[in-house]
């Protein structure tokens, strides 16, 4: 494996593919066209191999043994630990938590802080945006703590958040405002530094879901001034099984653990336990030590890009393509903001007279890979009265050319349903 610790290398969109082995796959003969990427992205080469290494020569648990295998996959995990930490702006290492994912990092949120710190009557704010991971847990923590639910409201289609209402729901009562940074239904980004100082002026923390905004654009916990990020490393070229939470230091010592079990602890009796210091005071068990270390190979992978050239080539992408399906089904409800400066690399579309189903279905055929129904957002679908859409997402690997082969697909669908697209 290349190791570049960061250093940036040319980059050319038409060779980035080339490092990724799942996308010389043909899918029912074509080749695939993989834009299902708020679902989970694909991985390079390197981060396979990363993997591959690490259960060929290092393997062994982390943070228990004298012996050389096992201070070796613990040194490899915590120097991913410190690559996490910068690559969000972070200057202490000890303030990212391995999860199992961004579901996860909002749970321990919700449970440990929220369970102890809510009482009857508080608010938790949220925005009808959010992913079920970013309203589900809080629902519970509400239920069993006599809390609150509120949400800020968008405003239509573009998925803008209605600010105007921000003065009546963001009040002295909310305890803590959970958003997300990015829509992975819509695109829409929020800005999240802006809320971070309303928040503090009412005294609430502010937790971000950044599942959809830090594989895609620079992320800066400073920057955001919150309290918490959430994120999964599988939407941004890592393994599955792997989430960060970043906390603020003085909360996250503040907190109880979430779980309880091995490495977690410092000394146990009988009928009481002390806890161990952070970080792992919040990872119970043995971690998911081989996709910790893959992860930092994942972010190396990231960085020799730049994730301000990642940005810019997925605007160009959004932009094109938004472009394109609205010149060629004139007919097509689009999704989002308008423009690709305000949303994430998500293009999401709804043609009147056949089902986002049937269109994934299709578009299955001809190789594009999309996903299609409510994507986890059944908040935000009943507000905008629809039952999904069919939206698709790019990453650093996709191409003008993908576009194109979207749009031709479409034409296909449109040809077998016909109705009501023109
Ligand atoms: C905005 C947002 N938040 C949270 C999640 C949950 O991520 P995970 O399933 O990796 O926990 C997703 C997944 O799609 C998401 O898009």
């Not at 369970?115 to 309203?135: A, C, M, Y």
């Amino acid at each position: 494996m290349i190791k570049t610790n960061g250093k940036r290398l040319p980059f050319d969109p038409a060779a980035v593919p080339l490092d990724f082995p799942i996308l010389s796959r043909k899918i029912h003969g074509k080749p695939l066209v993989y834009l299902d990427n708020a679902a989970t992205t694909q991985k390079p080469m390197s981060v396979i191999m990363s993997m591959t290494a690490y259960y060929e020569r290092t393997n062994a648990n982390v943070h228990r043994g004298v012996h050389t295998l096992s201070q070796e996959a613990t040194s490899l995990m915590e120097e991913s630990r410190a690559r996490v930490a910068k690559f969000i702006g972070a200057d202490d290492p000890a303030t990212i938590i391995f999860t199992r994912n961004a579901t996860e990092s909002i749970n321990l949120v919700a449970f440990a802080w929220g369970r102890r710190n809510l009482k009857p009557g508080d608010e938790i704010l949220l925005t009808e945006l959010e992913h079920h991971s970013n309203v589900i847990p809080w629902q519970m923590v509400a239920r069993d703590t006599g809390a609150v639910l509120r949400f800020i409201p968008i405003t239509g289609r573009d998925g803008f958040l209605d600010l105007d209402q921000l003065p009546k729901l963001l009040t002295s009562r909310t305890k803590i405002f959970s958003i997300t940074h990015a829509s992975n239904a819509l695109g829409t980004i929020n800005p999240g530094g802006r809320f971070g100082r309303r928040a503090r002026a009412v005294g609430a923390l502010v937790l971000v879901d950044g599942a959809q905004s830090v594989p895609h654009m620079p992320v800066n916990v400073k920057a955001l001034g919150c309290d918490f990020l959430a994120f999964s490393a599988h939407k941004m070229l890592g393994p599955t099984g792997l989430g960060v939470l970043w906390g603020r230091r003085s909360l996250l010592e503040s907190m109880d653990p979430f779980m309880g079990g091995g490495d977690m602890i410092k000394e146990v009796w009988t009928d009481h336990a002390t806890w161990n210091d952070l970080p792992y005071k919040f990872e119970a068990g043995t971690p998911n030590i081989t996709g910790a270390i893959a992860f930092g190979a994942a972010i190396d992978y990231l960085e020799r890009i730049g994730m301000d050239r990642v940005r810019a080539h997925e605007i160009e992408l959004t932009g094109y393509a938004l472009q394109q399906l609205k010149e060629r089904f004139p007919g097509i409800i689009l999704y989002g903001p308008a423009d690709p400066r305000k949303r994430g690399g998500v293009v999401s579309f709804d043609l009147p007279g056949i089902h986002s189903h049937d269109v994934g279905t299709i578009l299955d055929r001809e190789g594009v890979a999309i996903r299609a129904g409510h994507h986890c957002c059944q908040v935000l679908m009943r507000k905008l009265d629809i039952s999904g859409t069919g939206p698709g997402q790019f990453s650093l690997y996709n191409t003008r050319e993908e576009v194109n082969s979207l749009v031709r697909s479409l034409e296909e669908a449109e040809r077998l349903f016909g109705a009501g697209v023109r």
